[in-house]
DNA sequence: TATGTTGTACTCATATCGAGAATGACTCAT
DNA sequence: ATGAGTCATTCTCGATATGAGTACAACATA
């Protein structure tokens, strides 16, 4: 930004009146299925709809990220900081999107294991964890049979884009981490991988490459108490390793489509 | 977002005081050194550093990607919209970044072939494309020897990003191409990825690779008129391919600091 | 013409990957 | 208890990718 322009409107009664949000793209894994946190519109404008949490930035008292934790926290009354991933996505200004005015969001991305249910804050009417499947993400593309919902705002392509940044990340990060507890085994960290990308792995092959990456994973010496539901053995426990880049990266199975 | 919460804001008179601009980190290889677009600040604060390119948003207008396209063009007299890859980068809102008042930045990332001169936009006292190795990125670190600038505001802190960007980005997407002509050869692509990376490259594994790549590249069918500077044979011409992403990834080599 | 440079194509050993199968340890229904 | 089915873990094997080095012809320069 330029000395200039700055002077031209250092006046603060002439800037356009733009308000600054931050919308969480707060993902979990429940029942196997990729899940996330939304809330339910209680006034117009798209009152009724489901929405990505979100709100105003107290602008030179927080800075983003704080803005953003702190939305994460207080409108769905999950505290749990401590073992929930939050990077900054993107940011969305296009006119319009908002139908009372201008407004740019800087939406966050957060990763972080099962969580409980969310109570409803003080602005939504109410509050859920909601399969990813069930959403209607775009007008065009197949969709998934049974109930599907279309989300307030542009805030199905911001779910959309933080999808796509999931799925990217678990490539060449240790990220997929974020989404267990303290522990873990191997099959469990496979299922993360296998639900957010929903496609099938190859559980021998996973387990070779898991192991063979660097400061992926580190055992603990423990093994679950019993086998699993449907039987097989105990698995071997883990704990997130020191990586934060995994080299080489677990590349999904890529596709022409990806591709092109 | 909320309901209640914009209800609350709903006059204009209530929003906090908050400039949102885009800055652009608009880089380009000249002399087989990466340089990047710098603007000198004509006015207090920061008189006489050097800073990104950019300005205000109009908000309401123009979407945030038009903002920074119109930004590059305008403000330093290079238009040529045309083969200039742009993308958002990331976004800014620290208090106190800019000592006047709270701006929100949203940083965009440009990559371009070799481009003329940049003349001085209305609002800045000159603009030069500046060799990235001559700035000072970080407080600590080695810093190479010679001139070093230091960036105003927190513009060297952005530009870090956009460098980790970029570096990122081409080891899975065909970007380098962005910063080369219509037509090129290998040993210019891969001249690219020596100094956006820093590391040398085996010239024939570097060939076999990219050729390798479905999509990458595709050949024109002619070579060079001639020989490099120093000898050699003419080399055979290609253009970029339909790519989008490279699979499989060209991995730069990873060294144990990156991964930890 | 001699010399040095370099684009491109090899070779070869090693690492990694995809697919499948073997081995037990476990759960559950009977 | 017992048998059937599930599944964590480890192997094997062929296909593919990578890193390092060599070969050679085409070119610029002196």
Redesign the interface.
């Known amino acids: ?7 031209a ?2 006046d ?1 009664s002439r ?7 931050v ?1 969480v793209v707060a993902l979990t894994i429940r029942d196997g299925a990729l899940h996330v946190l939304l ?1 339910e ?5 798209f ?1 009724g709809r489901w ?1 990505l ?12 990220d704080q803005a953003a934790a702190r939305e994460l926290a207080e ?1 769905t009354g999950l505290r749990s900081p401590g073992r929930v991933h939050l990077e ?1 996505l ?6 319009g999107r ?1 139908p ?7 939406a966050y991305l957060a990763f972080g294991p099962e969580m409980p249910d969310p109570r409803a ?4 009417s109410d509050a859920a964890w909601t399969p990813v499947a069930s959403l209607r993400l775009s007008a065009s593309g197949a969709q998934p049979p049974g109930v599907t919902r279309r989300l307030a705002f542009d805030h199905a392509r911001i779910l959309s884009d933080g999808l796509e940044r999931a799925r990217g990340k678990l490539e060449y990060t240790p990220l997929a981490t974020a989404f267990l507890p303290e522990t873990f085994t191997i099959p469990e960290l496979r299922a993360v991988y296998e639900c957010v990308w929903d496609e099938a792995l190859h559980a021998g092959n996973f387990h070779r490459k898991v192991l063979s990456v ?2 992926f994973v580190e055992g603990t010496g423990d093994t679950t108490a019993s086998g699993g539901r449907k039987g097989g053995p105990r698995a071997r426990l883990y704990r997130a390793g ?4 995994l ?3 677990l ?1 999904r199975p ?1 596709t022409e489509e ?3």
């Open positions: 930004m330029t000395d200039e322009a700055f002077l409107d250092y603060p800037y356009p009146a733009v308000a600054v949000t919308d809330v519109r209680g006034e117009a404008p009152k929405a949490p979100g709100g105003f930035v107290k602008v030179g008292e927080e800075n983003l409108e900054q993107a940011t969305y200004g296009d006119p908002d009372r005015m201008p407004v740019v969001s800087v804050g003080s602005d939504a660097p400061g020191d990586a934060r880049l080299h080489p990266a590349l890529a990806d591709i092109r």
